[in-house]
């Protein structure tokens, strides 16, 4: 059986697994990332988790049938020539060869001359999908992660598709108002900056402080809107609450019209949704479809489906290893 160990790099945490290639998840571990001890830190990190995690398989796996370490990195990828440009949330990065340092680190510190192969991760996530997950009875789709921000991933033919620069997918960065007030990296009226977290939350405020009777998500959150979540949002909906229901109809309509843009452009009918808010189930998936179909002709409207991921956040771990078995 093939193996390999799969990392997921993010801005707070680090998680690593071994993935047996039939088998799934054999061991995993799970860090705190150190943003502060710069790329370097980072890449020693990485290191380490990989040597602890080869050490522990080695015992039981063949290491002839290791297929090397497969990496979902934030930011712009060449996965070509192994660079992470600008991740958004590794402060004091630019341009940075991850792949190679990485090879020489496990190389001279721990005596590994294994291959690394990396990925931006949300093209990562939308890989384990296809392979291991919801989109495995899809020949193209696209992965959107809902969170703090909006990542997407394409599979076009059962292949990532990357663009020739490798930033293909970023639907978060797609243009839904242009003259909006919303300000996303320096990009006016994002859909990230309408459908992430602080975009939902903002919105939820604004039509809270707007109702006459309020809302029952401001209950929950201790009237301290500062510490309202998407969680209470949720909570407030499914018990009825008029306010939180109309919040995710808008947010559900915003990603709706993000697909329909993306099905008009590339003709892709499938779309796996993920993420964190993507736990809001059908409050946001019903009005999502229903608005997809809207701002779609006729003739595009067949087999257009949302489904939800099914890997939740281990779609990266997965994905990463999928990088090394081709």
């Known amino acids: 059986m093939r ?18 290639e039939e088998r799934g998840i054999l061991a ?9 001890s710069g ?24 290491s002839a049938d290791f297929a090397g370490v497969g990496l979902g990195a934030p930011g712009a ?19 940075f060869p991850l792949r190679d340092e990485l090879q020489k680190m496990l190389l001279e510190k721990n005596g590994l001359s294994i291959p690394v192969f990396i990925d931006n991760d949300a093209n ?14 899809f020949q193209d789709f696209l992965m959107v992660t809902l969170g703090t921000g909006v990542g997407g991933g ?7 598709y990357r663009g020739p620069n490798g930033t293909a997918g970023e639907i978060g960065f797609m243009i839904i108002d242009f003259e909006a007030s919303t300000l996303h990296a320096g990009i006016r009226g994002t859909l990230e900056s309408f459908i992430g977290k602080k975009g939902i939350v903002d919105l939820a405020r604004r039509m ?3 109702s006459p009777s309020g809302s029952s998500a401001g209950l929950l959150c201790g009237h301290d809107y500062k510490k309202l979540s998407p969680r209470h949002l949720c909570r407030a909906a499914r018990d009825g609450d008029v306010v939180a229901l109309a919040v995710w109809q808008r947010i559900g309509s915003l990603l709706g019209i993000g697909l329909a843009n993306v099905t008009a452009l590339m003709d892709i009918r499938k779309f796996v949704i993920g993420g964190g808010i993507a736990a809001a ?24 489906e949302l489904v939800p991921a099914h890997l939740g956040n281990k779609a990266g771990i997965y994905g990463a290893a999928a990088l090394c078995f081709g």
Not at 28 to 36: F, K, N, Y
Not at 46 to 62: G, K
Not at 154 to 160: C, Q, W
């Open 154 to 160: 394409i599979v076009l033919n059962r292949k990532l």
């Open 77 to 95: 990828v060449d996965a070509e020539k192994g660079v992470l440009s600008y991740p958004p949330n590794l402060p004091g990065w630019t341009v």
């Open 3 to 20: 193996w390999a160990i799969g990392i997921d790099l993010g801005g707070t945490g680090i998680k690593a697994a071994v993935i047996g």
């Open 39 to 62: 790329p370097m830190g980072i890449v020693a990190q990485l290191a380490a988790i990989v040597a602890d995690l080869y050490n522990v398989a080695s015992t039981t796996l063949d």
């Open 281 to 304: 189930g059908n409050l946001v998936f019903v009005p999502a479809l229903d608005q997809l179909r809207r701002s779609t002709l006729p003739s595009m409207h067949e087999g257009l």
């Open 124 to 137: 990562v996530a939308a890989f384990g999908e296809a392979v291991y997950g919801a989109g495995r009875e």
């Open 28 to 36: 995993d571990r799970s860090v705190l990332t150190d943003t502060a």
């Open 208 to 210: 809270i402080k707007a």
